[in-house]
């Protein structure tokens, strides 16, 4: 079993629905982040958590929304989806001591498709 | 503004050809570089860290360099499965990377 695990790994919906993505992992991380990645644009930072109850704004939070239900769970939410949020999703995690390196550990992604 | 970008952004070589990958990047005060490598499919796996100029990371066919302004990512007689997307990036603020868009590489037999 993958150590960060995201659903659904793949999702089609049309302008306006509310969508959510799930992360949850096994690797007893404190610090878990969302990203988005666009071809051409590379990863780019939506919002990430340190622990349960800290939650921060990454470089592209306009339009989405995250709950930190646990430890081991980080959930984005797109309230009401618009067709340039089209794009694939990633989780990742990391420890505290392994951020310092620059080493997070990423889920298999999100594929998100609004119509 | 903190930037990183990275050149080319494909590359397709023969087995066993030599190259180098280029990641130029601005930010202020770095805290690293680091360097991932991603296959179709997949997240990004961690590879390198480099915090400081000249310093070199090696692991298996691959070194990573860095200089003020530029790390670099050479690719010694590449394999086919050396075939993937390298990513780079930087930290200026603890547990936030800034990437680049990556560099696509090919290697065929």
């Known amino acids: 079993d993958a150590d960060v695990t995201q659903t659904p790994r793949n999702r089609i919906t049309k302008t306006g629905k509310r969508i959510m993505l799930e992360c949850s992992q096994t690797?007893?991380?404190?610090?878990m982040y969302w990203y988005r990645q666009d071809p051409g644009l590379g990863l780019r930072l939506i919002y990430y958590?340190?622990?349960?109850?800290?939650?921060n704004k990454g470089e592209i939070s306009d339009g989405y929304s995250v709950s930190r239900q646990a430890q081991a769970k980080f959930s984005l939410s797109l309230e009401s989806a618009i067709p340039n949020q089209t794009a694939l999703y990633f989780c990742?995690?990391?420890?505290?001591?392994?951020?310092?390196?620059?080493?997070?550990?990423f889920g298999e992604g999100s594929r998100l498709t609004v119509l | 503004e903190d930037q990183v970008t990275q050149s080319p952004e494909a590359l397709r070589l023969q087995e066993g050809e030599s190259s180098s990958l280029n990641c130029s990047y601005t930010?202020?005060?770095?805290?690293?570089l680091f360097w991932y490598r991603q296959d179709p499919g997949k997240g990004p796996e961690f590879l390198f860290t480099?915090?400081?100029a000249g310093e070199e990371k090696e692991k298996e066919r691959l070194k990573a360099t860095l200089t003020k302004k530029e790390s670099f990512l050479h690719i010694t007689a590449p394999k086919p499965e050396d075939s993937a997307t390298y990513l780079c990036?930087?930290?200026?603020?603890?547990?936030?990377?800034?990437f680049g868009q990556g560099t696509e590489l090919s290697v065929k037999p």
């Open positions: 990036a930087v930290q200026a603020l603890v547990g936030k990377l800034i």
């Open positions: 990742a995690t990391s420890r505290p001591g392994l951020a310092d390196t620059g080493e997070l550990f």
């Open positions: 690797k007893g991380h404190d610090r």
């Open positions: 480099l915090y400081s």
């Open positions: 958590s340190f622990d349960v109850k800290d939650i």
């Open positions: 930010v202020s005060g770095l805290r690293g």
